[in-house]
């Protein structure tokens, strides 16, 4: 349960903000299909953080506990000041209008990728041995911060304070970070 509600909180306060919120927010504006979309983004989401978590686990089944304690604080103490830089829409990219779900699915995976949710399932995976949990986590934590955003669609985008939600967050991530590095350097 631990390694559910930790993926789900990380991968909630890490999307706030995030490009792909931001994307979510660009496609229902165009759209205006937010059940296609709310699907596609939950079958972008759930191959791109299984991908993620299994190359967690992996990378984590070769580490001792204790290393991979330190080396997941140190993640969280990076994605902590990663987030204090808020990510923009680029205006010049121009979406097919063939299909609002294979839109949504190829965008939505394409931008997850490299992306800070993602780096975070990857770290988590390697941190917990349920690598279900995770991913349901993480999965679970796109759904709750991108569906508001699709529903809202371009209404709310540029009255949200992206700068100090993303200073919140960087602060979470800092917590967590000192979390781990604390359960590693005391066990």
């Given at each position: 349960?631990?390694?559910?509600?930790?993926?789900?909180?990380?991968?909630?306060?890490?999307?706030?903000?995030?490009?792909?919120?931001?994307?979510?927010?660009?496609?229902?504006?165009?759209?205006?299909?937010?059940?296609?979309?709310?699907?596609?983004?939950?079958?972008?989401?759930?191959?791109?953080?299984?991908?993620?978590?299994?190359?967690?686990?992996?990378?984590?089944?070769?580490?001792?506990?204790?290393?991979?304690?330190?080396?997941?604080?140190?993640?969280?103490?990076?994605?902590?000041?990663?987030?204090?830089?808020?990510?923009?829409?680029?205006?010049?990219?121009?979406?097919?209008?063939?299909?609002?779900?294979?839109?949504?699915?190829?965008?939505?995976?394409?931008?997850?990728?490299?992306?800070?949710?993602?780096?975070?399932?990857?770290?988590?995976?390697?941190?917990?041995?349920?690598?279900?949990?995770?991913?349901?986590?993480?999965?679970?934590?796109?759904?709750?911060?991108?569906?508001?955003?699709?529903?809202?669609?371009?209404?709310?985008?540029?009255?949200l304070p992206i700068r100090k939600m993303n200073f919140v967050a960087s602060i979470i991530f800092a917590?967590?970070?000192?979390?781990f590095i604390y359960r590693a350097l005391s066990s």
């Amino acid at each position: 349960m631990e390694a559910f509600l930790i993926s789900l909180a990380s991968v909630t306060i890490a999307e706030i903000g995030d490009r792909t919120q931001l994307l979510s927010l660009a496609l229902a504006a165009h759209y205006r299909k937010p059940w296609t979309i709310i699907a596609a983004i939950f079958v972008a989401t759930i191959v791109n953080h299984a991908i993620a978590g299994f190359l967690g686990a992996w990378f984590g089944s070769l580490l001792t506990p204790k290393v991979l304690d330190l080396l997941v604080g140190i993640s969280m103490l990076a994605m902590a000041l990663w987030v204090l830089h808020a990510d923009t829409l680029k205006e010049d990219k121009e979406v097919s209008n063939r299909s609002a779900f294979l839109a949504t699915l190829v965008t939505f995976f394409i931008a997850e990728i490299g992306d800070k949710t993602q780096i975070a399932t990857m770290a988590l995976a390697a941190a917990y041995p349920n690598l279900l949990a995770v991913v349901a986590g993480t999965t679970a934590a796109m759904l709750i911060a991108n569906t508001p955003a699709v529903f809202l669609g371009d209404a709310l985008s540029g009255k949200l304070p992206i700068r100090k939600m993303n200073f919140v967050a960087s602060i979470i991530f800092a917590l967590l970070g000192i979390f781990f590095i604390y359960r590693a350097l005391s066990s």
